[in-house]
């Protein structure tokens, strides 16, 4: 391990002191041997050395293809197509004297035999490093099989995933998720819980960009991730299914199945997929409470809680496009799912005096039922007017989510002989209804000079209505608790527009744009017997700029710098002013007068050689709000023991980081992705009357070994370790975690068995401290994380002669990543 690190270091500092590339452009074209041309054949551009291959494409309808940001280098471009010989070009080679190539036309001849049954099958490379965006292609990960969304992001390069589900990127947290370039519209934990639910078979890429354009909306502190499901691309019909089965502590499963119909005027997809996830978590809390002015111990508190989770998933996806004419498109995507989750859990919490010895217990069960569903629609239109590609597109989009979530709390207390002194029993309901509503457009417009204009407008309405009714139950009847009952109403109206140009200066290349955005919103919540109405509203606008800047500064160097400012909005329910009883010692509250925060991103980009990519960021954030901690006042009835959670604005934070990512081709059938982040973070401000004033510097480091062997054999070998964070007032202790998984071809490559262990070594715990006010706390977190998971896909379907066009992604905002379902990770 030791001599692992020493190398791994010696890389990543090789990438410090790197130089950058130049890059060029490969285009040509293909035609079959009638000398017709041949839409939608698969075009590789393989590295000559060894063959590697660098890039794909597919050819238009007039046979073309190109390649753009090809480093130097010498390459081959190989040409497949259904009912033909495979083709190839002559070496060729791309350099600062020549970065622009063009190649003859490539004939292929046709094959001698009816190929009904041949199916291509190209091997993509895992990671795909882009001008403004890191992709990751799902499939290519051996160890990704059987997996779920939430764990192929746990292990992308510069994301990491909390004790909570929260999902930061390059240390940050406030990440706007896409699901097919359209908001989740969930966030936190329950977001995390429906990526926990969806399966890694149904999904094609993630997108990851730290900085995005003024084109997206400006919500997401982190960065933009963007998860693409899966769509076949070929004219026929054309599908797959994927089964899987793992074993942990307990059994999971998730099964997919995807289908695709196009011909000259539809294209009909839908896709399907079921998972049930059986897990536990166990959770180990100690607090230590100290006089406020002596800093002696008054009392201590010791909590174990056994959790016990059973999550159901069904998802479905159905969609059309129609195609009016060659420049029109019109299409519908319809989706949906239903998530029922069962969750129980078993507390049993000491209440001890300095000395230690016991004074009370409190042992609490609780049985949470709830049931997620969730139906959304979008409607899409796409025109282009010329050659040039000037074009419109519109997106009108409605989502519905409603939960109905029933929770029955039962706390017995005992004396230090565990004799019982009393019993409370809780019911609770806790609805929740949330409507959106979006429309927008966007228009694009090329010029011959090589500018291009973009420009858009924007406006989502969302109505949410949450609920929390709570009963004490004796044993002839029940009666509301009007202490913890409430029901909260909030609305929200955000209208956008943007412009964004782009231009190409030879070396040089400039990208500006700027977005406006206008928000508007109240909230009431309402009262009772014993609770009084109370309302707020706000309404703000704020410009958001970005510019990108790229230069290619001679051989094997390009750079890039971009910069940004960016917003994060609370979640809806965060917004809830009333308590949530979570046990007889710990409360969630919501918090109304939570502000948004602002943060200004600066990022500078280094590549070299398409080997080594270094970056380096700062951002400064006002106002940034997250999961914070106080502990509640003495009263009558409360011995201030208790702990309340609810986010809040801490303050400001400064962070600066340095990141390095290397595609080393080791041989001919391995490849090692490396990649390293080293970031800093500084949290300062005023928390509930206490000066915050906390700092520290977080290592991640990310390995992924692909093995690709003859006969349809593939094997991989990956893992992260991250060393100690701070997450506001949290302390996280280091973790990290490896797996391996082999797979291999069947059925003339049309299926594929894999076989895969996550976190062999069950080493991804989390553990760490939280101190505030005049409380100490330490915690443990262990979850049924190491599972050995067999799945099998298999591809089928008889391709017609054609391709689909590119379809353009839907509408809505970051309303979608606000909304909080489900939870209980």
């Known amino acids: 391990m030791k001599q692992f690190f020493t190398l791994l270091t010696t890389l990543l500092l090789f990438g410090f002191t790197s130089q950058a590339q130049q890059t060029g452009k490969v285009t040509g074209s293909v035609i079959d041997g009638n000398q017709k041309t041949i839409e939608s054949a698969t075009i590789s551009l393989l590295r000559a050395k060894d063959s590697t291959a660098i890039k794909f494409a597919v050819a238009s309808k007039e046979g073309t293809y190109a390649f753009d940001g090809i480093a130097d280098g010498r390459y081959v471009v190989s040409v497949s197509a259904v009912g033909h010989q495979k083709g190839f070009s002559p070496q060729f080679e791309v350099s600062p004297e020549k970065p622009d190539v063009k190649l003859g036309v490539i004939e292929l001849v046709p094959s001698p035999k009816a190929m009904n049954a041949v199916t291509v099958v190209a ?103 963007n998860i693409k499901t899966k769509k076949n691309k070929i004219q026929g019909f054309n599908g797959s299914v994927s089964l899987n089965y793992g074993q942990g ?29 059986n897990g536990f978590q166990e959770l180990n809390i100690k607090r230590t409470f100290r006089n406020a002015s002596t800093k002696e111990v008054n009392a201590i508190f010791e909590q174990v809680s056994r959790m016990h989770n059973e999550n159901g998933n069904y998802n479905l996806k159905l969609g059309a496009d129609y195609f009016i004419n060659k420049k029109s498109t019109v299409g519908f ?197 014993q609770q009084k109405d109370s309302a707020f509203k706000k309404s703000y606008g704020n410009l958001f700029p970005t510019v990108f800047l790229s230069y290619n500064a001679g051989k094997n160097h390009q750079f890039g710098l971009s910069l940004g400012r960016r917003i994060q909005r609370p979640s809806y329910q965060d917004l809830n002013p009333f308590l949530f009883f979570l046990d007889e010692y710990t409360y969630q509250s919501g918090n109304p007068f939570i502000r948004p925060q602002f943060t200004n991103n600066i990022e500078l980009t280094h590549t070299f050689k398409g080997i080594l990519t270094t970056t380096l960021n700062y951002n400064h954030t006002k106002d940034y709000h997250m999961e914070t901690f106080t502990q509640e006042q003495s009263s009558a009835t409360s011995n ?31 490849n090692a992705m490396l990649y390293s982040n080293l970031n800093y973070n500084r949290f300062y401000g005023e928390l509930y009357g206490e000066n915050l004033n906390l700092s520290a510097t977080n290592v991640l480091f990310n390995v992924n070994n692909q093995f690709r062997f003859s006969k349809g054999w593939s094997a991989e070998l990956s893992g992260f370790y991250r060393t100690k964070g701070v997450e506001g007032q949290i302390i996280i202790q280091p973790l990290g975690q490896t797996s391996a998984g082999v797979s291999k071809q069947i059925f003339k490559g049309k299926g594929t068995v894999k076989l895969n262990v996550r976190d062999l070594f069950y080493t991804n715990r989390v553990t760490g401290n939280i101190n505030f006010k005049t409380t100490e706390a330490h915690f443990e977190n262990f979850r049924d994380s190491r599972v050995a998971n067999l799945s099998f896909t298999y591809r089928f379907g008889k391709p017609l002669k054609g391709g689909q066009p590119k379809r353009k992604i839907g509408g809505a905002s970051d309303e979608q990543n606000r909304v909080k379902v489900g939870g209980n990770n």
């Open 640 to 670: 201030g023991y208790a702990t309340i959670v609810r986010r809040g604005n801490i303050g400001k934070v400064d962070a600066a980081g340095i990141s390095v990512s290397a595609n080393i081709p080791v041989a001919k059938w391995w």
């Open 333 to 529: 995507v319809a989706s949906g799912f239903l998530n029922p989750e069962h969750f129980r859990s078993a507390n049993t919490s000491y209440l001890m005096n300095p000395s230690r010895r016991v004074d009370s217990i409190v042992y609490a069960t609780s049985t949470n039922n709830n049931k997620w569903k969730n139906g959304s629609l979008n409607l899409n239109f796409r025109t282009q007017f010329d050659s040039l590609g000037t074009e419109l597109t519109a997106d009108v989009d409605y989502v519905k989510y409603t939960s109905d979530g029933d929770q029955t709390f039962v706390n017995n207390t005992y004396d230090p002989s565990w004799a019982k002194t009393g019993a409370k029993l809780i019911r609770s309901n806790l609805p929740i209804d949330i409507n959106i509503q979006s429309a927008k457009m966007d228009f694009a417009r090329p010029f011959k000079n090589g500018v291009k204009l973009e420009a858009g407008w924007k406006t989502s309405f969302v109505k949410t209505t949450n609920g929390a009714f709570y009963y004490n139950v004796f044993p002839d009847y029940e009666a509301p608790d009007f202490t913890k009952t409430n029901e909260f109403l909030y609305k929200e109206n955000i209208n956008a527009a943007y412009v964004n140009i782009n231009k190409q200066f030879k070396k040089f290349g400039l990208q500006t744009g700027l977005r406006y955005e206008n928000t508007n919103y109240n909230g009431k919540q309402f009262g009772n017997l």
């Open 123 to 225: 091997h993509k490379p895992f990671i795909e490093q882009k001008i403004d965006r890191t992709v990751i292609n799902v499939e290519a990960s051996v160890t990704n099989a059987g997996t779920t969304a939430l764990e192929v992001l746990e292990k992308s390069p510069g994301v990491t995933v909390d004790k909570d589900g929260n999902i930061s990127l390059k240390g940050k947290q406030g990440v706007m998720v896409l699901m097919d370039g359209r908001p989740a519209y969930l966030s936190g934990a329950e977001l995390a819980n429906y990526l926990k639910n969806l399966p890694s078979s149904a999904l094609d890429q993630i997108e990851i960009m730290t900085n995005p354009p003024a084109k997206y909306d400006a919500a997401g502190n982190a960065g933009i991730i």
């Open 249 to 277: 502590v307990y059994w999971k499963t998730n099964n997919s199945v995807n289908v695709n119909f196009r011909t000259e005027k539809i294209n009909v997809f839908a896709n399907a997929s079921q998972s049930q996830w």
